[in-house]
């Protein structure tokens, strides 16, 4: 970022965000969905050792016993003051588009969903046994988070209804690995996907495209995940199986295309590849894309500091002299 907006390390850190829009607009992009700041100054990781220490300080009993101590989604539901929330959102929308100048402001939201696998909170050990041996302490925070996620799909469908944001989001859960799913496709039919849908229901009321966010070998579940009414999908690890060849021809629920949300990789092509391979990789995209899917580029997951500059400034030049 320093290099592509001329600011020094000092400029940087009194101001990250205003930096990051910058160096979108240098480069430029159209639109943002998130601004990453690393968590502390000289770092670059959004995850630190402070909060693994704060997860591996959990036991599966700690677990369970904050679980039941926290209030259920009938509580959940009477505590949510709608207006006080909804003036927070639109003001944050409003202060975050002005701040972004010309670049539409996309915001994705990472509560819009239920949450089935709680390792970020919990470590993963005790996420993945949380299901098995506590079912009914798992049942009961799936539920709370279905309604937290519902309360905020609440709040976005009504700004996009006012024309206060885009209607597309990215959401979503890493639910899957390099080798799959991390939780029993059964399990998630059974109990996760109809809260999904509840949870989604007012944002597929005023007709919002969501984009969900998919690592890993997604394809054991993914015809699960669009019939819960999904309008597109971002990441794609190719080393996975997640190939646009076939994806594309994915319709949703409704019979729509698909909005792909990539493919650009942050595993091969832009930290390993020539900027030559970058380029050939955004035509190879859009003509995949071409008459069968909606295309919006975009990385796989963050660029991290592996990629090297010269490969993040010919994804953007190549994007642009090949648009048309």
Request: proline share 6%; aromatic share 8%.
């Given at each position: 970022?320093?290099?592509?907006?001329?600011?020094?390390?000092?400029?940087?850190?009194?101001?990250?965000?205003?930096?990051?829009?910058?160096?979108?607009?240098?480069?430029?992009?159209?639109?943002?969905?998130?601004?990453?700041?690393?968590?502390?100054?000289?770092?670059?990781?959004?995850?630190?050792?402070?909060?693994?220490?704060?997860?591996?300080?959990?036991?599966?009993?700690?677990?369970?016993?904050?679980?039941?101590?926290?209030?259920?989604?009938?509580?959940?539901?009477?505590?949510?003051?709608?207006?006080?929330?909804?003036?927070?959102?639109?003001?944050?929308?409003?202060?975050?588009?002005?701040?972004c100048k010309s670049v539409v402001w996309c915001p994705a939201d990472w509560?819009?969903?239920?949450?089935?696998?709680?390792?970020?909170?919990?470590?993963?050990?005790?996420?993945?046994?949380?299901?098995?041996?506590?079912?009914?302490?798992?049942?009961?925070?799936?539920?709370?988070?279905?309604?937290?996620?519902?309360?905020?799909?609440?709040?976005?469908?009504?700004?996009?209804?006012?024309?206060?944001?885009?209607?597309?989001?990215?959401?979503?859960?890493?639910?899957?690995?390099?080798?799959?799913?991390?939780?029993?496709?059964?399990?998630?039919?059974?109990?996760?996907?109809?809260?999904?849908?509840?949870?989604?229901?007012?944002?597929?009321?005023?007709?919002?495209?969501?984009?969900?966010?998919?690592?890993?070998?997604?394809?054991?579940?993914?015809?699960?995940?669009?019939?819960?009414?999904?309008?597109?999908?971002?990441?794609?690890?190719?080393?996975?199986?997640?190939?646009?060849?076939?994806?594309?021809?994915?319709?949703?629920?409704?019979?729509?295309?698909?909005?792909?949300?990539?493919?650009?990789?942050?595993?091969?092509?832009?930290?390993?590849?020539?900027?030559?391979?970058?380029?050939?990789?955004?035509?190879?995209?859009?003509?995949?894309?071409?008459?069968?899917?909606?295309?919006?580029?975009?990385?796989?997951?963050?660029?991290?500091?592996?990629?090297?500059?010269?490969?993040?400034?010919?994804?953007?030049?190549?994007?642009?002299?090949?648009?048309?």
């Amino acid at each position: 970022m320093q290099s592509i907006t001329r600011c020094t390390e000092e400029e940087y850190w009194a101001d990250p965000a205003h930096w990051a829009v910058r160096a979108e607009q240098a480069l430029g992009s159209d639109g943002m969905v998130d601004i990453f700041v690393p968590i502390q100054k000289g770092g670059y990781r959004c995850v630190d050792q402070h909060v693994m220490d704060e997860r591996s300080a959990y036991t599966l009993e700690s677990v369970v016993a904050e679980i039941e101590s926290q209030p259920g989604p009938e509580g959940v539901r009477a505590s949510f003051d709608e207006e006080s929330a909804y003036a927070r959102l639109t003001a944050d929308l409003a202060a975050t588009q002005e701040r972004c100048k010309s670049v539409v402001w996309c915001p994705a939201d990472w509560d819009l969903n239920p949450i089935a696998l709680w390792y970020h909170r919990f470590g993963y050990e005790n996420a993945l046994m949380l299901p098995v041996l506590h079912p009914q302490a798992h049942a009961r925070i799936l539920r709370v988070s279905a309604e937290r996620a519902r309360q905020r799909a609440t709040l976005h469908a009504r700004s996009i209804a006012a024309g206060l944001q885009p209607k597309a989001i990215l959401f979503g859960e890493d639910l899957c690995g390099r080798n799959g799913p991390m939780i029993s496709p059964e399990f998630l039919r059974r109990q996760y996907y109809p809260l999904l849908e509840y949870a989604l229901e007012p944002l597929r009321s005023v007709g919002a495209r969501l984009i969900w966010h998919c690592d890993g070998d997604v394809r054991p579940i993914l015809d699960d995940l669009i019939a819960c009414g999904l309008s597109g999908l971002q990441g794609f690890q190719r080393e996975c199986g997640m190939e646009l060849e076939w994806i594309v021809k994915k319709r949703s629920r409704e019979g729509n295309r698909l909005i792909i949300f990539g493919p650009l990789s942050v595993t091969q092509t832009l930290p390993h590849g020539t900027p030559d391979d970058v380029r050939a990789e955004v035509r190879r995209a859009m003509e995949i894309c071409r008459d069968d899917a909606s295309l919006v580029f975009f990385t796989s997951n963050t660029i991290t500091p592996d990629v090297p500059l010269e490969n993040v400034r010919a994804f953007w030049e190549e994007v642009h002299a090949s648009r048309w």
